[in-house]
Structure formats: C-alpha cells, structure tokens
C-alpha cells in the first residue's frame, strides 16, 4: 500500500468542501496510513466529530480542554506524531491565520507546532480565492516550504462557477503519494506506458474491440508519475481519467495509431512498458457507409495488426521493454515464451480464469517474470497497489 504506517495529519476547517473529507480519510486508511483528524470549532457544522473519528480510527482534535474527561489535549505531541500534516480545506480565514500566526485554536496551535512536511488545500469563492491577499497568504506559504494544493475550477456552493473548489480527495491523496513514493531512481526517467484496448473499424459505426478497461496501465502511469518519472500514456477509447502533471495522455483509437505513437516518442524514452490489449487483427477494409444487413452472412476479411511491443524491443537503443500476457492456460510457458520470442527485460502474466483477475476488474494477481528467469508473484491486490509493487521490482531488476 502507497501509505503505509505513514502518520498523516488531517486538519478540517470551516468550508463546505469539508464534507469531502469523509472520503480522503477512507482513502487514506485504505492505502494503510494512520490517520488522526483536527477540526476547527467551525468545520463541525459541515461535517461531525464522529464521522472523522469513526473513519479515522482515531479521537479528533478539536479543543484543547475536554470537560468531559478533565483531560488536556497536547498540541505539540500531535504536531511531533506528524509525518505529514495536511489542511484540507483550508477557508480564507484559516489561510490568513495560516499565513501570519494566529494560534486561536487546537489547529492553529499544532500547525505552528509542525516540524513536518505541511500541504495546504484552499477552498473558497472565485472572488475570495482571487483576492490579492488570497494570492499573498498562498505564496506566503509556498515560501515557508509548504505545498499548496491549488484550488480547482468547477461549480462553487455560492451558484458561480470558477476557480474555488477544493482539489478533489484522490487529487489530495496523490499529492501524499508524490511526497512518500518519490524514487530519485525514476526521477529523470521517461516512460512511456501503453494501456486499454484496441478499436479496429469494421464501418463508420462499429468495430472489433476488447473487455480492457485500461485499469493497469493508467494505475501504472500514476505510480510512476508518483515515483518521480515523466509518463507518455498512450490510451486506446477508455473513459479513465488523469490530472497527474507528469503524465502526458495520448489518446489513440486503433492498433495502427497506437504503433505511430509509441514510434514517434520511443528515441526520448528510457522505458516502455505495454500494458495495452491490442487487437490481434484489423478488417482488411473499413467500409466507407454503415454495412447494411441485407446478406444472409456476411464475411470480413481480416488482416494482421503490427506487434507493438515486437517494434519496440527491435527498435530499442538503451530501453527497458516490459510485456504484459493474458494466458487462460499453461501461463508460465506462454508467457516465457513471449519474453524470449519479442527479446523482453522482463513480462507480466496475468492468468485469467482466477478470482479478481484480469480484464475490468479494480484488483489483480500477477508473475513477474525476468529474462534472467527471476520469477516474482504478486499476490491479489488493488491495480493501484499492484502498479506500485511492480515498478519497484521492476527498478530493482532492470539495472542491476
Ligand atoms: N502487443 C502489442 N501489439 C500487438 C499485440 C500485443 O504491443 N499487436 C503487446 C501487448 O501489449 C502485451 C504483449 O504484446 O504487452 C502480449 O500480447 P499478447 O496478445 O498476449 O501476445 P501475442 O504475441 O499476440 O500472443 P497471443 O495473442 O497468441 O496469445
């Protein structure tokens, strides 16, 4: 798991998009870190004590004095139990107290009492967020060392639409990837990373395809971008999404244009890793008008795609070539095979036929298999974790 026994902070202050913060701290807690809530006195009318502590695992910090136990809460053993503290989100009144100093509450008081990594997550209205003393106490705090977490663009609780709205949890997880799975080793590294399936055109409105869903490949590219790399996704049709900055999306229908991707960046890369599940074979003609069905039968004439991978590996000057394989039976062989015939670093077989594995679903179990005949299995696993697990191994092996 990204986060693993990683003692995360979370302070809540009094916006609207605190209700979001239900999510990050399931999020948190699935990727295995320990998670202890703050709230300012404010925050508790957009979301409750409970819900944060019951999620969290963890009493939340809102006061200093309980009444009700006589106890004292210690600020500062909560700032020093920090392995990063993470303010989301943050109102423009808790920003400027943020920015100048004001300790006018259990929060205040423990984030001026941070020794750790701090983030910083805005959320306001279009106007406020604008405003020039908005745009100072952010740089302000920029220029303490701490990462801010831009707002982004969207419909805001006032009715208006601008930039405002609190980046979106799994934006604010990533953020904590970045900052714990960061491997100089990837940094200044390129990789391009094939995912998704393959649409071969049979007419203007139907083609061949496949069940991917381009799930590994995508988590693939979000790990690495997180391990510091510069990613060049080249996605057949999927609907996944990615905002990570170091990943580049080139979005590409068939197998041919998918070749012409892969062949246009592969002199700047360092890896290729081919996730993607490419359609075997093409029509030999994609009809010009919809194919009416007036015959009987009807036979189309199919002809075979290029092997991408095959003019990767061929092609390669100093780069690293991974391989996928989807086998139903004898997979060690097969995908040995494939290793040795398209002369890879290294293949990922997936063998299809066990629970929570293959096309679609959100886990997978994998072997790793090196061309040194290294064998490492993966056990069933979130795609997410999965993706993270195999480029370590994969950055352990390759350069040795
Ligand atoms: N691959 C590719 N281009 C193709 C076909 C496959 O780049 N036209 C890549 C896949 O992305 C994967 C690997 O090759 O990394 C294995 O694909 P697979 O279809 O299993 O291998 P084939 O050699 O086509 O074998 P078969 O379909 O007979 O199992």
């Not at 969207?154 to 997880?173: I, K, N, T």
Request: with cysteine; glycine share 8%.
């Amino acid at each position: 798991m990204s986060l693993e026994g990683k003692r995360i902070l979370v302070g809540v202050t009094g916006g609207i998009a605190a209700y979001k913060m239900a999510t990050f701290v399931r999020l948190l807690k699935k990727q295995g870190a320990e998670v202890r809530c703050m709230m300012t006195p404010a925050s508790s009318d957009f979301i409750t004590p409970l819900t944060l502590s019951t999620l969290s695992g963890s009493p939340v910090g809102i006061d200093f004095y309980n009444p009700k136990t006589g106890e004292w809460t210690n600020h500062v053993e909560w700032a020093l139990w920090a392995d990063v503290m993470i303010f989301a989100p943050v109102t423009a009144s808790s920003l400027a107290k943020m920015a100048h100093g004001f300790s006018d509450n259990f929060l205040m008081a423990t984030y001026l009492s941070a020794k750790c990594p701090v983030f910083v997550a805005p959320a306001m209205d279009l106007d406020m967020y604008q405003h020039p003393t908005t745009k100072a106490n952010l740089d302000r705090l920029e220029s303490f060392g701490y990462t801010v977490i831009p707002a982004e663009s969207g419909f805001l609780a006032s009715g208006l639409e601008g930039q405002g709205r609190m980046a979106e949890p799994e934006v604010l997880l990533r953020y904590l990837q970045d900052h714990f799975q960061y491997d100089a080793r990837f940094s200044g590294k390129t990789i391009v990373i094939t995912a998704g399936p393959t649409y071969e055109a049979i007419d203007p409105v139907r083609f061949i395809g496949n069940h991917s869903s381009g799930k590994m490949g995508f988590s693939l590219a979000e790990a690495a971008a997180s391990k510091g790399a510069e990613v060049i996704l080249v996605s057949g049709p999927t609907h996944l999404k990615t905002s990570h900055e170091k990943i580049r999306v080139v979005r590409v229908t068939s197998a041919l244009q998918m070749l012409e991707a892969v062949q246009h960046h592969w002199d700047q890369v360092d890896w290729g890793i081919f996730a993607s599940a490419v359609a075997d074979y093409r029509p030999t003609v994609a009809a010009d008008q919809k194919i009416k069905k007036t015959a009987e039968t009807l036979h189309i004439d199919l002809e075979k795609n290029p092997d991408i991978l095959s003019w990767a590996s061929a092609n390669r000057t100093a780069q690293k070539v991974v391989g996928f394989a989807l086998e139903t039976q004898n997979g060690l062989e097969y995908a040995q095979g494939k290793l040795e015939k398209k002369k890879l670093d290294a293949i990922v077989l997936n063998e299809m036929g066990e629970p929570g594995v293959g096309f679609g679903t959100d886990t997978n179990s994998v072997k790793l298999i090196f061309k040194s005949n290294k064998i490492r299995s993966f056990e069933l696993q979130s795609k997410q974790e999965l993706a993270f697990s195999l480029l370590n191994e994969l950055m352990n092996n390759l350069y040795e």
